[in-house]
Nanobody, 122 residues
Framework: QVQLVESGGGLVQAGGSLRLSCAAS????????MGWFRQAPGNNGEFVAAISRSGIDTYYADSVKGRFTISRDNAENTVYLQMNSLKPEDTAPYYC???????????????WGQGTQVTVSS
């Protein structure tokens, strides 16, 4: 079955960095758009970043643009999210997702991981 397993979350001070990874199995990884979402308390799932099948095209939420970078390694079936200049408002569980369309809409993504917690202290 399809599995998406996130790792790399943790506790970091404001201004610090983290690199999230999402290892995929059970699906033809290079045929899927990959995305990262987060869910802060009281909010619905918030789009963070997405990357096309080839890795050439990327999209970012305005709130993370210039600070976060999404990338993928199709040979390793893994997608990454490099997060720099972290802020307390970035605190949330982060989820990776696989889908068929390069969009910011969670409902267009078919498969989801279990999430990894990112906590940024002030």
């Amino acid at each position: 079955q399809v599995q998406l397993v996130e790792s790399g979350g943790g506790l970091v001070q404001a201004g610090g960095s983290l690199r999230l990874s999402c290892a995929a199995s059970g699906l033809p990884f290079s045929r899927y758009v990959m995305g990262w979402f987060r869910q802060a308390p009281g909010n619905n799932g918030e789009f963070v970043a997405a990357i096309s099948r080839s890795g050439i095209d990327t999209y970012y939420a305005d709130s993370v643009k210039g600070r976060f970078t999404i990338s993928r390694d199709n040979a390793e079936n893994t997608v990454y999210l490099q997060m720099n200049s972290l802020k307390p408002e970035d605190t949330a569980p982060y989820y990776c997702a696989a889908g068929g369309l390069l969009t910011i809409t969670p409902s267009t993504f078919n498969y989801w991981g279990q999430g990894t917690q990112v906590t940024v202290s002030s």
